[in-house]
T-cell receptor
Framework: GENVEQHPSTLSVQEGDSAVIKCTYSDSASNYFPWYKQELGKGPQLIIDIRSNVGEKKDQRIAVTLNKTAKHFSLHITETQPEDSAVYFCAASTMLGQFYFGTGTSLTVIP | DGGITQSPKYLFRKEGQNVTLSCEQNLNHDAMYWYRQDPGQGLRLIYYSQIVNDFQKGDIAEGYSVSREKKESFPLTVTSAQKNPTAFYLC????????????FGSGTRLTVV
């Protein structure tokens, strides 16, 4: 089955700096890669996703890149703000399959 | 608004008791999932159901049971056989083949007292 690895497990950045979280996956059949943000005591919320026919996707301060050959994808947050502090999860899935999640990255933005 | 509702938000269980966590969605999603979340361990799949009256075990199904009698509902029972049930439980739903994404509920925190 699919195996998703996520790094780093914790990340601290100064407000205004960029943050990058990386994930690798093992199943070449995976073709959908979402990123979720989870605030304390709440359920994860989808913040951005990318499909395998696209190499990069951007939404304001958030971007995701995908390298299918290397089987890795990354989340980039620019101009970080304190409200970006949360746990971020990556996931990989096929169109009809279940999601496989990374172990999460706890991001702290220091004011 | 369409969404997925979990209840209760907090639940306390005595040793040896069964408890049932509720999950209801009005998104018309076919598939529903239960995950357990422990600190530092990410999301672990307990059970999932892709259609009414059918469900499959996930990676950590022992000590749990589910039912899927209605499309909208996927309750999870934590039985006395689950030796370490204290955790945060998340329910999710999706409609495979459409927009792909999971929608999560807000979670239930279960504590054994």
């Amino acid at each position: 089955g699919e195996n998703v690895e996520q790094h780093p497990s914790t990340l601290s950045v100064q407000e205004g700096d960029s943050a990058v979280i990386k994930c690798t996956y093992s199943d070449s059949a995976s073709n959908y890669f979402p990123w979720y943000k989870q605030e304390l005591g709440k359920g994860p919320q989808l913040i951005i996703d990318i499909r395998s026919n696209v190499g990069e996707k951007k939404d304001q301060r958030i971007a995701v890149t995908l390298n299918k050959t290397a089987k890795h994808f990354s989340l980039h947050i620019t101009e970080t703000q304190p409200e970006d502090s949360a746990v971020y999860f990556c996931a990989a899935s096929t169109m009809l399959g279940q999601f496989y999640f990374g172990t999460g990255t706890s991001l702290t933005v220091i004011p | 608004d369409g969404g997925i509702t979990q209840s209760p938000k907090y639940l306390f269980r005595k040793e040896g008791q069964n408890v049932t966590l509720s999950c209801e969605q009005n998104l018309n999603h076919d598939a529903m999932y239960w995950y357990r979340q422990d600190p530092g361990q990410g999301l672990r799949l307990i059970y999932y159901s892709q259609i009414v009256n059918d469900f499959q075990k996930g990676d950590i199904a022992e000590g749990y049971s589910v039912s899927r009698e209605k499309k909208e509902s996927f309750p999870l029972t934590v039985t006395s056989a689950q030796k370490n049930p204290t955790a945060f439980y998340l329910c999710a739903s999706s409609s495979p083949g459409q927009n792909y994404g999971y929608t999560f509920g807000s979670g239930t925190r279960l504590t054994v007292v």
